[in-house]
């Protein structure tokens, strides 16, 4: 994603087809173009159906409500979560990443609730994070503006301390994949850097790999090592209309436009692509610059809705495309409803096209 979407979430960090009954009682506006979700979503064998699931907290993913927000989490369809874990570092100046602060998950707990998702059913991304913990006005991808070599030689240092101790616990539990970095644009020229790390990586971690890219539309051609990792992977969250109200035709083709574009990439590298994130909120134009979790407005559960059947309708049955994660559900049972603003489909109308690409049946 690109500024702030490293923690968008309901715990107020940066970052993050019902019937018109449900709509009306919700007090929202019922959007005539809307129509039911088509048949469940065609794409590659083994197709990644995935929810971001979110913690911010030492302790967030411990206990009952972390459980049962995965359950319900599993009821949508999704065969995968990525399961966020959130290093820090001061400002994009700073050069040294703490993961073992108390904003951070514990290990125990990622490992713990990775073996209760497996029991689930659920595979697991482990994705971590690097976030900046008193610099508001500026993201991941902006690390390091004046560094100089002898800088980026320590912050590389620190990084591959924290990547190689989340890669040590993606192969303690058993995770499907694993993600190397997310959206440190800034960080991706330094390729003789980024392959010795991920070589260090596979020496840990055997199974697949991937990079959460969110450059596809501002510079495609940033990462030139996508070749070191099996998967391409884009966080994508494209402005689909500036349009007061658009029609669901509008926010698919607009979509479509945007999946060219990553159609493009992976043809490029001959390698398979994975929409890492994607989200939309609930809020009255939160199909423009969805990654803005700072927009302010009236709920709006029906563009949500929108999004979610626009996206499923423009990805369907891409051959290059080997998954998608939504972005985002907490691990708090009660997040999201027909109030909420934020990203989480749970319990909102989006939730209902989710179930339906995801291939649930109706009334389970």
Known sequence: MTKCLAGKGSEGR???????????????SVAPDVTISGPPLVAVADFQKGIAFTGYSADSYVGENARLSLQALRQTGAGWISLLATAYQDTINATLIDYQGRDTPTDASILDIMSYAHGLGLKVVLKPHVDLLNDPDHYRGDIGPGFAEADWAEWFASYR???LHYAGLA?????????????????????TEWRAMIAEIRGVYSG????????????PNAVGWWDAVDFIGEDAYPTLSQS???TLDELTGAWRTYAGKLRVLASKWNKSLIITEVGFRSVRGGEANPWDWQRTGPVDLAIQEKCYEATFRAIDNQSWLA???????????NDGGPDDTGYTPHGK?????????????AGS
């Open 14 to 28: 940066p970052r993050f087809v019902l019937a018109a009954l449900f709509l009306a009682m919700a007090g929202c």
């Open 161 to 163: 301390d924290f990547i």
């Open 171 to 191: 192969t303690a539990a058993g995770a499907e994949l694993f993600c190397v970095g997310c959206e440190l644009g800034t960080t991706v020229s330094h390729e």
């Open 208 to 219: 697949p790999l991937v990079y959460a890219d969110n450059l596809v539309e501002t510079r």
């Open 244 to 246: 007061d109200e658009p």
């Open 323 to 333: 998954g998608i994660y939504w972005w985002q559900w907490a691990p708090d049972p």
């Open 349 to 361: 109308p989006a939730e209902s096209v989710l179930r339906t690409w995801f291939g649930v049946a």
